[in-house]
């Protein structure tokens, strides 16, 4: 499971991905921020599109697992309204040793940020707006 | 051929909605496509700018033909994370 609703256990993540041949677990989260641009942020909502965001992140873990040889991921993104402080995302990145891990980690999540179709969409005390992140655009 | 289209996030309030399905005909590309959603969805045709195209889950070209394509999605510069 990669999206869900509901709130991101940091425990389930970190028995997802180790085990007892791995020395390191690299855990990353993403949190949601109170400010945007210098205004105040009340809530945010995520909408994806699950099938195809399900795959980018399976592609995302395969490649990260292929290029660094790290043992096993785990990763999970939020859908719906999250509260300021709630974690978005959650990456954990077991390896035998922690470079590896600490570097799969970082490519699991740039690229989650360029290439899963996720948006995110701020709610501010006078209206809301629609996200739209350095990912690929077809041409302008 | 009838081809099933998604839109999202500010695509889709753009557009006025999230999905429909139009009849284009055989050997029509991305492009041909986004240009007949343009006519009866006019708060997209003047976008000014092109959106990444999916075709059934995977990012697509705008000059893949839809022959043998179930859904195409429409996607505005993703923000996850």
């Known amino acids: 499971m990669r999206l869900q609703e509901e709130a991101i256990q940091v425990e389930d993540l970190v028995r997802a991905a180790g085990s007892p041949g791995d020395g390191a677990l690299a855990l990353f989260l993403g949190t949601v921020r109170d400010r ?26 395969r490649e990260a697992i292929a290029r660094f040889g790290v043992s096993r991921i785990a990763l999970v993104h939020r859908t719906g309204r999250l509260e300021i402080g709630d974690t978005s995302v959650g990456i954990a990145v077991a390896s035998p040793h922690r470079a590896q891990a600490l570097e799969a980690c970082r490519y699991v999540i740039e690229e989650l940020k360029r290439t899963v179709p996720i948006w995110k969409k701020e709610y501010f005390q006078d209206g809301a707006v629609w996200v739209e992140g350095q990912g690929p655009r077809a041409g302008d | 051929m009838i081809v099933h289209v998604r839109f999202f996030a500010s695509l889709a309030d753009r557009a006025g909605t999230a999905s429909t399905s139009v009849d284009v005909p055989s050997g029509t590309d991305v492009t041909g496509l986004w240009r007949a959603l343009g006519r009866n969805h006019p708060g997209i045709a003047d976008l000014g700018w092109r959106p990444m195209a999916a075709c059934d889950l995977a990012y697509a070209a705008w000059d893949q033909t839809l022959d043998g394509v179930r859904e195409v999605a429409f996607l505005p510069p993703v923000s996850g994370g």
Do not use: N
């Open chain 1, 36 to 61: 945007s641009a210098g205004r105040s942020v009340l809530f945010l909502e995520y909408q994806a599109y699950p099938a195809m965001a399900e795959c980018e992140m399976a592609r995302i873990e």
